[in-house]
């Protein structure tokens, strides 16, 4: 199993530029989130999932939209960067335990 | 609401002697409790949870904490601590069980001297 893998790792973009970072996961699981990591702050949540085709707004949401087209799978997009958004963006999938497991995080620089 | 403090951002060490790391909670219902630690530039690892069975939990590598409702706390400790102990530590509370949702604490640095 690999668990929870996020793509990028890194990424550098321009303000205004748009991205998409995909979260992916093999462990069934039905519910998945979309975290911020600030220093100092710990992590935020940003939007989350409880099930294939399904979102819902977390703490911090503005500037984000997210797409949960396959139960894998669980996508954040930028459509127009901000610096604000520079951050350490981190992916998770919940066991019915209620249990997260974290992926490796992304990277974010907004230029 | 639910919400998390814990006590220290930052705690220094010897190895070999023991770690206390310090976490409150507040939450209007018989939470479930986390520890996670992140190693540099790493994601997040699950130390060990409380889930309203024993209130002792034992985690990984030797780590250990004890939930006092009386208290609202929950306490990360180690007997003894080693240099691949140095991380940052996270306090976190399931906020509502139905979505999961984690409220975090602003974590604690943990040094550990040689």
């Known amino acids: 199993n690999a668990g929870v893998t996020q793509t990028p790792k890194f990424r550098v973009l321009k303000t205004g530029q748009s991205m998409t970072l995909l979260c992916a996961q093999d462990?069934?699981?039905?519910?998945m989130y979309w975290y911020r990591q600030d220093p100092g702050m710990g992590l935020r949540l940003i939007h989350y999932?409880?099930?294939?085709?399904?979102?819902a707004k977390g703490e911090v949401p503005d500037g984000y939209n997210v797409s949960r087209l396959k139960k894998q799978n669980f996508l954040l997009g930028l459509e127009s960067a901000a610096p604000s958004q520079t951050s350490v963006y981190f992916c998770?999938?919940?066991?019915?335990?209620?249990?997260?497991?974290f992926g490796p995080g992304t990277r974010l620089t907004v230029l | 609401a639910q919400s998390v403090t814990q006590l220290d951002s930052h705690v220094s060490v010897s190895e070999g002697t023991p770690v206390l790391l310090r976490c409150n909670y507040s939450?209007?219902?018989?939470?479930?409790l986390f520890w996670y630690v992140q190693h540099p530039n790493k994601g997040l690892q699950l130390l060990l949870k409380?889930?309203?069975?024993?209130?002792l939990v034992k985690g990984i590598n030797g780590f250990e904490a004890e939930f006092k409702k009386s208290e609202t706390s929950f306490h990360l400790t180690k007997p003894s601590a080693h240099m691949s102990d140095a991380a940052e530590y996270f306090c976190?509370?399931?906020?509502?069980?139905?979505?999961?949702?984690?409220?975090f604490g602003q974590g604690t640095t943990l040094q550990v001297k040689p």
């Open positions: 999932s409880v099930g294939e085709g399904t979102t």
């Open positions: 998770a999938s919940r066991s019915s335990a209620d249990t997260q497991y």
């Open positions: 409380y889930t309203s069975a024993a209130t």
């Open positions: 939450s209007s219902y018989s939470p479930s």
């Open positions: 462990m069934n699981h039905e519910y």
């Open positions: 976190v509370v399931s906020e509502v069980r139905n979505t999961g949702k984690l409220i």
